[in-house]
């Protein structure tokens, strides 16, 4: 079956403007996770959804990183007024529940110019 | 607080030798599972293993194997016969119990390069 989709793959945009990172998740998966990884780390834990309800978004680094879920599949990380240290490979994972493994989608990677 | 650490930043091995690379973990959580995941130059994140914190059994899987004990906090991982397409980046992870189980923290990845 096919996995976790995210798109775009690579983003490149101007300090201060706004973006949206899309996550498909793989089909019948009800958690969704979105994580954060620099050049050079592993990846760094944002928000959680259950089904369409974000039960945390405790790794989000300020309000200008926002999240949702609205129908419990697809999701969009929303990134307002865009700053340098906002680059980084932005990835998605998903799995049955909170419980099972995560199964990764092929990131977006952010340039902030 | 949980943390993964993998001292080896980078290893370079030559094709056909056997490679072991190394994960040590903390948690106060009395059940965990830790993880290994691939991140070829492609840049995907591959899911390898999960195990249990209570499973102290040893894994093989293919050229793959896993050595977990528990008295070290060590979830090491040997590549046998290495071959030019185990080049990746190979992550550590764990995740504990209660409430923020889902939570995956990771090591900063050991770049592995098998030369020819």
């Known amino acids: 079956g096919a996995g976790v989709s995210q798109s775009p793959r690579y983003k490149v945009t101007k300090r201060g403007q706004d973006v949206a990172l899309r996550c498909d998740p793989i089909?019948?998966?009800?958690?969704l996770y979105w994580y954060r990884q620099a050049l050079g780390q592993g990846p760094e834990f944002l928000t959680y959804?259950?089904?369409?309800?974000?039960?945390?978004k405790s790794g989000l680094p300020n309000d200008r990183f926002s999240a949702e879920r609205p129908e419990g599949s697809i999701s969009t990380l929303t990134i307002q007024r865009t700053e340098q240290r906002d680059s980084a490979m932005y990835r998605c994972?998903?799995?049955?529940?909170?419980?099972?493994?995560?199964?990764f989608g092929p990131g977006t990677r952010l340039t902030v110019l | 607080a949980q943390k993964v650490t993998q001292a080896q930043t980078e290893i370079s091995v030559v094709e056909k030798e056997d490679v072991t690379l190394d994960c040590v973990y903390e948690t106060r959580d009395t059940t965990y599972y830790l993880f290994w995941y691939k991140q070829p130059p492609s840049g995907e994140l591959v899911f390898l293993i999960r195990r249990n914190s209570f499973d102290e059994q040893n894994e093989i899987s293919g050229r793959y194997s896993w050595n977990f004990q528990k008295s070290t906090s060590s979830f090491n991982f040997t590549i046998t016969a290495s071959q030019v397409v185990d080049s990746a980046v190979y992550f550590c992870?764990?995740?504990?119990?209660?409430?923020?189980?889902?939570?995956?923290?990771f090591g900063k990845g050991t770049l592995l390069t098998v030369n020819p």
């Open positions: 089909s019948g998966h009800v958690s």
């Open positions: 992870a764990l995740s504990g119990s209660g409430g923020s189980n889902y939570k995956l923290t």
């Open positions: 959804f259950n089904y369409e309800a974000q039960q945390d």
């Open positions: 994972a998903s799995s049955r529940d909170h419980t099972d493994t995560q199964y």
